[in-house]
């Protein structure tokens, strides 16, 4: 009888408790460490092509290139590795210039006439940068161009990765133009510009254009996502138009409104957020 009782205790023995059973387990683990392991330090860093990103100076992409040819140095060692990561001490170099992560801005400008879209000029022309030069401690650069008389948005941020994605047109970017022409547009021509239009041997991608309602048919709204250098103007002048003022009144959703001439604002969080999933 003894050894029944012996063999059922065996037995409820092996069987009861399991709470007890994990707790066994857990008695015989290794302790854990307070020190961080090195794989959980480098968690913690950031890819070298997003810091160089996040400093403004270019996309990810272009800076897997400037990696790869061997632009930038980190604590004074030539990197080429692409998923180098970089932690909250190292001292990162871009061309032997020293550079941080910065916080995103992004600043809206509506660019008035007589202004040039680049950050200096040799010549001592008026510049974009002037309007803007107190909106930020952050190096902010533009989105794009508009050409010294042309009007209208213009975006500036330090974000690499937007702007490259906001300038290339795959990414359809909706771009919105007022045109005033020297003339009338026939409808001949209306109807032209509705169909296929080659310019420079290459097609113009041209989305909507119509006649500005309430007005003579001098004013014209045309829509595009191309972004080569003064295409709305070469395209009424491919047809015998001369454009005697252009204003661009919507880039990206975003628009004019409450933005008087010559003046700028920082875009709203729900406006980022927008571009951003673009």
């Known amino acids: ?17 399991p709470q007890g059973k994990n707790q066994f387990k857990k008695d015989f683990r290794k302790p854990k460490s307070n020190k961080p392991t090195q794989k959980k330090t480098e968690d913690r860093g ?58 995103k801005r992004y600043v809206l400008l509506n660019k008035p006439k007589n202004y040039i879209t680049t950050m200096e000029d040799d010549r001592g022309r008026k510049t974009v940068m002037e309007l803007v030069g ?15 008389n042309t009007t209208g948005l213009l975006l500036f941020t330090n974000d690499g990765e937007l702007a490259k994605k906001l300038t290339h047109p795959k990414h359809n970017v909706r771009k919105l133009y007022h045109a005033s022409l020297d003339k009338k547009l026939t409808i001949a021509d209306l109807e032209k510009l509705r169909g296929d239009v080659i310019i420079e041997g290459r097609k113009v991608f041209i989305d909507a254009v119509s006649y500005v309602e309430g007005e003579k048919k001098t004013e014209v709204g045309i829509e595009i996502h191309s972004g080569r250098n003064r295409i709305v103007r070469k395209i009424f002048e491919h047809y015998g138009y001369h454009v005697k003022k252009l204003d661009r ?12 001439r010559g003046r700028w604002r920082e875009l709203t969080q729900q406006e980022i957020n927008t571009l951003q999933m673009l």
């Open 249 to 260: 009144v919507i880039f990206a959703g975003l628009t004019k409104k409450n933005l008087p």
């Open 46 to 103: 950031i890819r070298l092509n997003k810091f160089i990103s996040n400093s403004g100076i270019c996309s990810r992409r272009e800076a897997d290139t400037y990696i790869e040819h061997g632009s930038v140095s980190v604590n004074g060692k030539l990197v080429t590795e692409m998923g180098y990561k970089v932690q909250p001490t190292d001292e990162v170099r871009f061309d032997g210039t020293l550079i941080s992560m910065e916080q």
């Open 134 to 148: 107190n909106a930020t401690r952050e190096r902010i650069y533009p989105v794009g161009r508009l050409d010294r």
């Open 1 to 17: 009888m003894n050894s029944k009782n012996s063999s059922r205790g065996r037995q409820a023995g092996r069987n009861s408790n």
